[in-house]
């Protein structure tokens, strides 16, 4: 089993996975996405998820996220034990505790930029008013009130990205993940959206991005690679 063990003047964990594995069936064959992948994440760290294309880094994310569901293994949440929560609890513990920043943000092509960073709050049953001051106010953060009327196809990459940072932060999660979030970015935007991240970090939010990028990696205090579907420590 690959283990990342807790050092000693490590913060409380957030996340604590153990043995995570994920299998599924294509084309009438199992398929291991991810095999055994122990690990450990600090509040308020920030980690970076490194390794080769169809490693299991994506796959690792999603199931951290509670957006899947692990094959075997142990995954705890602020404690919380989640890997075997039906689907309704998982859909109640992401709202309440996570934040998703994707490669292509998937942002909701009808809807202006307030209302995307809105959405997780009117899932949470939030009035109105209150959603739209508090979206507006991570618009402002992010650098885009002028832009907050604009659908995305009226938005650059970059600002599309930062609307999608601004709609994972409004709900104040605890968790903040991020898959490739700079993939399809220009150095400029890059480092706009890293900023944001380790504004978030200096916010007590732990932050794990998965990347490909070298200069992504150097910004988080830890690196874990994902190889073989297992996890390790890098220095």
């Known amino acids: 089993m690959s283990t990342v063990a ?3 003047d490590d913060p409380p964990a957030l996340v604590e996975a153990e043995g995570l ?3 599924y069936v294509k084309d009438g064959r199992e398929v291991e996405a991810l095999a055994d992948a122990t690990l450990r994440v600090a509040r308020g760290d ?6 080769p294309s169809g490693a299991g880094k994506s796959t690792l994310l999603h199931l951290l996220g509670c957006l899947d569901r692990p094959s075997a293994g142990r995954l705890r949440l602020d404690g919380q034990d989640v890997a075997a929560l ?3 609890a998982l859909a109640a513990v992401r709202n309440a505790r996570i934040g998703f920043v994707f490669q292509s943000g998937f942002l909701l092509p009808h809807l202006s930029a307030l209302e995307n960073v809105e959405m997780p709050l009117v899932f949470r049953g939030v009035a109105r008013a209150a959603r739209r001051d508090a979206a507006a106010a991570l618009l402002e953060r992010v650098g885009l009130a002028p832009r907050a009327r604009h659908r995305p196809n009226e938005l650059s990459g970059g600002q599309r990205q930062r609307v999608a940072v601004a709609r994972a932060l409004v709900a104040e999660p605890a968790l903040l993940l991020a898959d490739e979030p700079t993939g399809n970015l220009d150095a400029e935007a890059t480092e706009a959206v890293l900023g944001l991240f380790d504004d978030a970090r200096a916010r007590g939010v732990t932050v794990v991005v998965v990347t490909h990028s070298e200069a992504v990696a150097r910004r988080c205090r830890r690196r874990l690679e994902v190889r073989g579907g297992r996890v390790a420590e890098q220095p």
């Open 6 to 8: 807790p050092r000693h």
């Open 21 to 23: 594995a994920r299998r």
């Open 86 to 88: 039906s689907p309704a």
């Open 46 to 51: 920030s980690v970076a998820i490194t390794g």
